[in-house]
């Protein structure tokens, strides 16, 4: 019975692995900025066009489409609308933008910890390494990344220039990468969790799989 089970643990990955290699499923991505202001109409909000933008140059996957929410720092809103993003609209990823300092009002970590399935701790703690690169006040960023069903959650910091460092790391002048930053690693953790195959521009983020993870370019 035993070995029976580990047999089947020790198949799991390579079986979800090819049910997301042999789908040529649409992608879908939900955006979410948290900020009282910006949702009060006080300013602009600047998260979710950055995202937006980011993701027109670095993903080169035939299908994807983003499903976009601006809420207020309010923790039963931000549960309710993750939840919504995953389990109503179907959403492979969802980023957040704001609410992750030690302000009283910052509870996006929180709100996201409560929806979750499984806690993925190394994409915060390589956030903060990133940003410490440019800024000692990056210690106090608590960004958290969860899975829930089929999806992964990231927070992300609510400032585009760091949104974009965060997720494409370090490079030198020439554009070798110096220190990887997140995103690298998302696609493969798409794959693990049965979405779809996720394709990258290479010039901006190499995604990182291993070899028996790969498919042919489309």
């Known amino acids: ?37 910006a949702s009060q109409g006080v300013y602009k909000d600047e998260g979710i066009p950055a995202l937006e933008e980011w993701f027109k140059r670095v993903l080169t996957s035939p299908s994807w489409r983003t499903i976009k929410r601006l809420i207020p720092d309010e923790q039963p809103l931000i549960e309710t609308t993750l939840k919504e993003l995953v389990d109503d609209e179907g959403c492979h990823l969802v980023f957040t933008t704001g609410g992750t300092g030690p302000a009283a009002r910052d509870v996006t970590p929180e ?21 410490l690169k440019f800024v000692p006040t990056a210690i106090l960023s608590r960004q958290v990344a ?19 460092e965060t997720l494409e790391g370090l490079k030198d002048e020439n554009g070798k990468t110096l220190m990887s930053g997140i995103f690298a690693a998302v696609p493969y953790c798409v794959d693990l969790i049965g979405g779809p195959y996720i394709e990258t521009n290479e010039d901006v983020v190499k995604a990182f799989r291993p070899k028996s993870a790969l498919r042919p370019k489309s």
């Open 111 to 131: 709100a996201t910890m409560a929806v979750a399935d499984k806690e993925m701790p190394g994409f915060g703690e390589q956030m903060r390494q990133v940003s």
């Open 146 to 164: 969860v899975i829930r069903k089929q999806a992964l959650i990231i927070n992300l910091p609510g400032q585009p220039k760091a949104i974009k």
């Open 1 to 37: 019975m035993i070995r029976d089970a580990a047999s089947r643990l020790s198949f799991a990955p390579s079986r979800y692995i090819l049910v997301a290699m042999s789908t040529d499923e649409q992608l879908f991505i939900g955006l979410v900025s948290i900020s009282d202001r």
